[in-house]
């Protein structure tokens, strides 16, 4: 039977219950709104860990947007049903006030300069609502794990360095991007979409695709010039892109010639919808 925590004093007495008697836990925060690759993520934590928390707490904080804030889909109905479905074993739905007792950021937890960039720069503040939230959630848990998706490339590296800073003891887990049959990654803002942009939307995928095979042919050695180019192919499809970078998978610093590990990342415009994406790849 899944319980249901509403307070932090209802989480920190469920875990220290679990740890008396010597169990892993593992978490997954969300925003709710939960497709299939929040659920891969809950059922890959069952695995690491022999009880499973599922955070669902929409963050104000994490927006730059009040419409976006306000437009983002709470279906929290739909997704007790589908963490029972899978045996999930506690959900922690806090209020706002809760999270914020002081009605705002009176502590920010701050990671300069993975935060500044690409998603910081479009979004300022974003990843600072990002860190300080689950930063909280992870003070609250105490997991031995946590799980995160890597559609958010560079929110994943943002935690991973605040764990390592902070001298977290937790473990950070990413899972590959989970897509739709026609390869669009899963998202919530994709409900923002209308029927015929949503069948224009795999396009972003396709067209980064085609990007890789024409870095990894050789056509290109200009990164500046291949990444342009994949900007001028979305505007010609119904997009209006926002960035395409190639970066160093490591730190999301641009490249130099004698890199290999590598990630190609996409912002992009769909109507009212922003999709993000992105592909991580080795040169050799």
């Not at 991973?160 to 937790?170: A, E, F, H, K, T």
């Not at 990413?174 to 409900?191: F, I, K, Q």
């Amino acid at each position: 039977m899944i319980k249901t925590l509403v307070t932090p004093a209802e989480v920190q007495q469920l875990v220290r219950e679990w740890r008396r008697q010597g169990i892993k836990v593992a978490l997954v925060p969300t925003m709710g709104n939960l497709h299939a690759g929040h659920m891969a993520l809950v059922r890959h934590a069952q695995t690491l860990g022999e009880r499973v928390i599922v955070s669902i707490f929409v963050n104000p904080t994490q927006f730059n947007r009040p419409d976006d804030l306000a437009n983002y889909p709470r279906t929290l109905e739909k997704d007790m049903e589908k963490l029972i479905s899978v045996g999930c074993d506690a959900v922690f739905t806090p209020e706002v006030a809760t999270m914020y007792p002081s009605g705002g950021l009176a502590t920010r937890v701050v990671v300069p300069g993975i935060s500044d960039i690409l998603e910081g720069e479009k979004r300022p503040g974003h990843f600072t609502g990002v860190a300080t939230i689950v930063c909280k959630l992870f003070n609250l848990v105490q997991p031995d794990v946590a799980l995160f998706g890597q559609k958010d490339f560079q929110q994943l590296m943002v935690i991973r360095q605040m764990v390592q800073d902070l001298n977290m003891p937790i473990e950070i887990i990413e899972l590959p991007t989970v897509r739709e049959e026609d390869g669009l990654a899963m998202s919530s803002r994709n409900n923002y979409l209308t029927p015929e942009q949503r069948a224009i939307a795999p396009r972003l995928q396709q067209t980064l695709q085609a990007t890789l095979k024409r870095l990894q042919s050789g056509d290109y050695t200009n990164y500046q010039a291949l990444q342009q180019w994949t900007m001028d192919e979305l505007n010609t499809k119904g997009f209006k892109a926002e960035y395409i970078e190639i970066r160093r998978a490591s730190d999301l610093l641009e490249p130099t010639s004698e890199d290999t590990d590598l990630v190609l990342l996409a912002s992009a415009w769909l109507g009212k919808a922003r999709l993000i994406d992105n592909i991580p790849f080795q040169l050799h």
